[in-house]
């Protein structure tokens, strides 16, 4: 699928149908997440795949997203910041966060090229999820992202924060490129 049309297909699905994901399709998805980049190419993000109807209705209940218990595959992604805190400091801890997130955004970006649906799911009860899926209290739950087939047609997108509101030019709340980048006879170097 070409890359635009990608992002603009990609979206929460809250509502799926009664049929399997494919399995090999969501392993596919989560070996891309592998080549993303990693900081000391350490890669620390971990998945959890969840498969038992009983484990998946318990993650939508500690999720308080009751529709999660319609999917057949849910994937808890997880981070261990040990290794790439003990080679970074406390600068790791953030380059743990962003790898989780990077690997995250591959992860739905992936399963929609596959013609599959997700949800990005970030408020659940962090203690019980561990502790149901027996995750070690040094290792983070990320996510949990219910993979499956949408049940309904799509809407018409909402719009998006316009690319105006979402840029900044030099400095904080500068909303306006600097007229330097604007004439191209005027050197830029020298501007400031």
């Given at each position: 699928m070409e890359f635009d049309a990608l992002i603009k297909k990609r979206h929460s699905c809250r509502a799926f149908s009664k049929k399997p994901a494919s399995f090999k399709d969501v392993m596919n998805a989560i070996d891309t997440t592998t080549k993303n980049p990693f900081a000391g190419n350490q890669n620390n993000v971990k998945f959890i795949i969840v498969e038992y109807p009983e484990t998946i209705k318990k993650l939508a209940e500690l999720s308080q997203q009751s529709w999660i218990s319609k999917v057949s595959i849910v994937a808890v992604v997880c981070s261990k910041d040990d290794s790439i805190e003990k080679q970074y400091g406390a600068r790791g801890l953030v380059y743990s966060r962003q790898?989780?997130?990077?690997?995250?955004?591959?992860?739905?970006?992936?399963?929609?090229?596959?013609?599959?649906?997700?949800?990005?799911?970030?408020?659940?009860?962090?203690?019980?999820?561990?502790?149901?899926?027996?995750?070690?209290?040094?290792?983070?739950?990320?996510?949990?992202?219910?993979?499956?087939?949408?049940?309904?047609?799509?809407?018409?997108?909402?719009?998006?924060?316009?690319?105006?509101?979402?840029?900044?030019?030099?400095?904080?709340?500068?909303?306006?490129?600097?007229?330097?980048?604007?004439?191209?006879?005027?050197?830029?170097?020298?501007?400031?």
């Open positions: 790898q989780a997130g990077a690997a995250i955004m591959t992860l739905l970006l992936k399963l929609t090229d596959l013609r599959l649906d997700s949800c990005w799911i970030g408020a659940y009860d962090d203690e019980s999820v561990k502790n149901l899926l027996g995750i070690p209290s040094n290792v983070n739950v990320e996510a949990i992202i219910p993979i499956g087939y949408s049940s309904m047609k799509l809407h018409k997108a909402r719009h998006k924060i316009s690319l105006e509101r979402a840029i900044y030019w030099e400095k904080w709340d500068k909303g306006r490129r600097p007229a330097a980048f604007e004439d191209p006879n005027i050197n830029r170097r020298n501007a400031y």
